[in-house]
């Protein structure tokens, strides 16, 4: 959706008069805009990164070309001026960001989410499986399953299984790996029975992004549990990949 429409949209939802006002002056009057933001970004637009940058992501993406350290450094201006949104307005802003042509605007929303992540209420799930399903790359997933997946799932543990069983299920890859890696970060708080259990169903898999992301769990959570790894690992035929993976951090110690 075009976002001066949906500019417009909110305005009228809430009343406001829009006679005379051309789309400019629709978005200056916004109480909460991206415009600053997105001229920031335009105008730090680098056309030879830009092709770098789609070329590392295998040409399925357009880009800026604004790197991540700049990008940053941009994003903390605009809020040092312009402050967070509302949790109500999260979503939108979101669902605006990931219709934009340029991965950057995906980047900022995703962080956007994660800054906001205990604002966002229980509904958040729907949003995050969605994002999982659309332009999905290894970049969104990487992002969305351990920060936002995962932080989600520790605040509503009784829906984990329901929730996990249907992506591990799905066929689809991105729900898949996000199944696998929405634990990373749990450290002593590991489900270990649950990460059997997902592994167990998904080791067999030829897919490259299921694969690295049996061994990057199972490296993780060797920092804390080196024993339970040592022992999936031997108890268990996983890929060579997986297997590798899963030993990298042990074996440099």
């Excluded at 929405?182 to 489900?191: C, E, N, P, R, V």
Aim: hydrophobic share 35%; charged share 25%.
């Amino acid at each position: 959706m075009n976002s001066c429409l949906t500019v417009k949209r909110l305005f009228i939802q809430n009343k406001h008069d829009l006679t005379g006002c051309t789309t400019c002056e629709v978005i200056i009057k916004m109480k909460y805009t991206l415009q600053p933001l997105v001229n920031s970004l335009e105008k730090h637009a680098n056309p030879e990164k830009a092709g770098q940058m789609r070329a590392y992501m295998r040409d399925q993406f357009d880009y800026l070309g604004v790197p991540t350290p700049l990008r940053r450094e941009l994003t903390k201006s605009y809020y040092a001026e312009h402050g967070y949104p509302q949790p109500s307005r999260v979503e939108a802003i979101v669902e605006e960001c990931w219709q934009m042509p340029f991965r950057e605007y995906k980047y900022f929303a995703m962080e956007l989410m994660a800054k906001m992540k205990k604002e966002t209420g229980h509904d958040a799930i729907h949003l995050y499986e969605r994002l999982v399903t659309d332009q999905s790359w290894w970049d969104t997933i990487d992002l969305i399953a351990p920060t936002l997946v995962g932080y989600h799932l520790q605040q509503y543990p009784e829906e984990r299984i329901d929730y996990i069983n249907k992506w591990v299920g799905s066929g689809n890859i991105w729900l898949q790996r996000s199944s696998i890696l929405f634990q990373l970060k749990y450290k002593t708080g590991m489900d270990t029975r649950l990460l059997t259990s997902i592994i167990l169903k998904l080791k067999d898999s030829k897919e490259f992004f299921i694969r690295k992301a049996i061994g990057w769990v199972l490296r993780e959570y060797s920092k804390t549990d080196p024993g339970f790894v040592v022992r999936f690992v031997q108890s268990h035929e996983l890929s060579g990949l997986s297997h590798r993976e899963a030993l990298k951090w042990l074996e440099r110690q």
